[in-house]
């Protein structure tokens, strides 16, 4: 295959291993924020955990990282949701309206954020962390990936897939897609409303981590890493339309392949480039791509 | 109630202001190095913090754009004012930063304020990491510098020019809140569609106050510059100053006029003292303490004092 042709390869099928996990966090995010109406700054704080507990497992304990994406799920999920439950239902319950409520839960998770990441700083250090996990390439047509960056995207599919299934075929599923569009009038249908934004919230830190456990096998980490997927999950849910969790599974994957393309042309520029991408869409189109 | 306890009132709030002033202008003779380096830090606190009160407190729109400014200003004084060379005069340099900062904030404040409640956030935040990374990557490819070296410029000084932009920035604020200005701020909080059908020219009253409140933070950026000597865009642009005006302003309370003040005091103090000693503990209480205040303490410092106070002299002021 001609040299052009491999290069154009490389970046779509790049574009696509970024993407995955983007959309993975994004629609972690767009699951807090879209339907329990909570701008978590902390989301990639979870990352940042899920990515710290895989590596101290695996260099420690010897844990496969595959096995930690098992087993961190369902205690990430008690976290989230106790969380949502003490935390963020008092400020609820507290705010006048639901403006209030959006801008004292964004502070308040600010404030989250400051609390994991010192005490993570204090736990780990402030050094880079990495290990190797199957780091070997795999050839497509000439284009060289790792592995672990093949396993990372199928498990990213994989847990959009099973979400999505969960979200049509289930009766959880059905609450949720309920309280995305109006929490007022879910409510009023018999929805345990509460329940159901704590378990969002809940769901959305899972993803989370699971996206940080995916990340870990294939980058370095540090403490410090959870804002800018933070950013880039806020970018995404924007692009993909509030509360639109397709859209934000679709938006990651577009953000992904921009990202690899600026990386490509001038690295030094990727965060700015998404920036400016985020801030082009806020002033044209604010409900986003997919948004109603 | 009559009047005369109002203007009572007044005028002895008036006297207090009077004496602390005197007392912080005549600090340099009885305090001690120290002390003045101390106070400059919290004069600028309370200016980033009583300067985002001026918006964002009346209007309910939460800048997020205060580091952008700030920096700017920063930025300001590390071109001006290099360590090299011949410089402006610092006073001007300082007056040059506000009104860069005013026009700045005009633009983007015209471009965004249509953004209602929480889009408003988002895009304020993204600015200040998009100047940052512009600029990171300006001085990578473009200028080949990593960081700048700003003239040293004596304590005191900088102190008197820092308590200069505070008093200003008090009395803009004092008029602003006492004006018919301040009555359309505060109706565009209330309900901003009711406020443009009663002749308010909601836009212009928007980005003109945007613009005043980022003239305060580019100029105690371009002061705080020359204390700091050296800067480089993570410095000069860091979030963490877009958030802790929004903090300080919320742990006081937003309710009184001074309430901000005592919340940017307290809390640029324990900044100074903590962050030396115990810096990933200082972040720690930090984040604890921010989200205690969301939880706790809705209104703030001064209404739980107000609160106390209530419940001390047996609910006659209920409504206060």
Redesign the interface.
């Known amino acids: 295959m001609p040299d052009s042709m491999v290069r154009v390869l490389d970046i779509a099928i790049g574009g696509l291993l970024t993407g995955g996990i983007y959309a993975l966090i994004a629609m972690g995010l767009s699951l807090q924020y879209g339907v329990a109406r909570v701008?978590n700054i902390a989301h990639g704080e979870f990352i940042m955990l899920g990515a710290f507990t895989t590596f101290t497992l695996y260099t420690v304990f010897g844990i496969n990282p595959l096995l930690t994406l098992a087993m961190i799920g369902p205690v990430v999920f008690a976290v989230g949701f106790l969380l949502h439950r003490t935390?963020f239902t008092?400020?609820r319950v507290?705010a006048p309206n639901q403006?209030v409520y959006?801008?004292?839960?964004?502070?308040?998770t600010?404030?989250?954020?400051?609390?994991?990441?010192?005490?993570a700083?204090?736990g780990w250090g402030a050094n880079l962390r990495a290990y190797s996990f199957m780091a070997s390439g795999i050839n497509i047509f000439g284009a060289i990936f790792a592995a672990n960056r093949l396993v990372s995207l199928g498990f990213a599919i994989g847990i959009g897939l099973a979400f999505y299934i969960f979200l049509v075929r289930t009766r959880m599923g059905k609450a949720i897609r309920a309280a995305a569009q109006d929490p007022e009038t879910a409510g009023l249908m018999g929805v345990n409303i509460n329940r159901v934004l704590a378990v969002c919230f809940g769901l959305g830190a899972v993803m989370a981590a699971l996206a940080g456990t995916l990340l870990s096998m294939r980058i370095p980490i540090t403490t410090t890493m959870g804002m800018n997927y933070t950013?880039i999950a806020?970018i995404v849910v924007?692009l993909g339309g509030l509360g639109s969790i397709p859209g934000s599974f679709i938006g990651g994957f577009i953000l992904g392949i921009i990202g690899t393309i600026v990386n490509y042309i001038?690295p030094?520029?990727s965060?700015?480039a998404y920036?400016?991408i985020?801030?082009l869409l806020?002033?044209v189109r604010?409900k986003g791509i997919f948004g109603k | 109630m009559d009047m005369s306890f109002f203007k009572s009132r007044r005028l002895w709030v008036l006297w207090l202001a009077l004496i602390i002033l005197v007392g912080l202008a005549t600090l340099p003779l009885y305090g001690s190095l120290y002390m003045t380096i101390l106070m400059t830090a919290i004069l600028m606190y309370i200016i980033l913090t009583v300067s985002w009160v001026i918006f964002s407190g009346p209007t309910?729109y939460?800048s997020l754009a205060s580091a952008a400014f700030f920096g700017i200003g920063i930025y300001t004084s590390a071109i001006l004012l290099p360590n090299t060379g011949s410089a402006f005069p610092v006073l001007v340099v300082v007056i040059i930063a506000g009104a860069l900062s005013f026009v700045v904030a005009v633009l983007v404040g015209a471009?965004?304020l249509r953004?209602r409640?929480?889009?408003f956030?988002?895009?304020t935040f993204?600015?200040v990491?998009?100047v940052k990374?512009?600029l990171?990557?300006f001085e990578?490819?473009v200028t080949g510098t990593r960081g700048r070296f700003i003239m040293l410029v004596d304590t005191h000084v900088i102190y008197f020019i820092m308590l200069g932009i505070f008093v200003v920035l008090l009395l803009t604020a004092y008029f602003i809140r006492n004006s018919k200005f301040g009555l359309a701020l505060r109706s565009i909080g209330e309900n901003e569609e009711a406020a443009a059908h009663s002749g308010v020219n909601v836009t212009m009253v928007k980005v003109i106050t945007f613009g005043i409140s980022a003239v305060f933070m580019g100029a105690a950026g371009a002061t705080i510059a020359m204390r700091w000597t050296y800067i480089d865009p993570y410095i000069a642009f860091n979030s963490l100053f877009s958030?802790l005006p929004?903090?300080m302003a919320?742990f006081g309370g937003l309710g009184q006029f001074y309430g901000p003040v005592i919340g940017a005091a307290i809390f640029a103090y324990l900044e100074e003292t903590l962050l030396t000693k115990f810096p990933?503990?200082y972040?720690?209480i930090?984040?604890?303490?921010?989200?205690g205040t969301?939880?706790f303490m809705?209104f703030g410092f001064t209404g739980l004092i107000q609160k106390g106070w209530r419940r001390l002299i047996g609910g006659q002021h209920a409504d206060a």
């Not at chain 2, 930090?286 to 989200?291: A, D, N, Q, S, Y």
């Open positions: 701008l935390m008092r400020l507290m403006d959006t801008a004292n839960s964004m502070l308040a600010f404030g989250l954020l400051f609390i994991i990441q010192n005490l700083g204090l950013i806020i924007v001038e030094s520029l965060m700015a920036y400016f985020f801030m806020l002033l604010p | 309910g939460l471009l965004t953004l409640g929480i889009y956030a988002i895009f993204g600015l990491e998009l990374q512009v990171i990557f990578i490819n958030f929004v903090l919320i990933y503990y972040m720690l930090f984040g604890c303490v921010l989200v969301m939880l809705p």
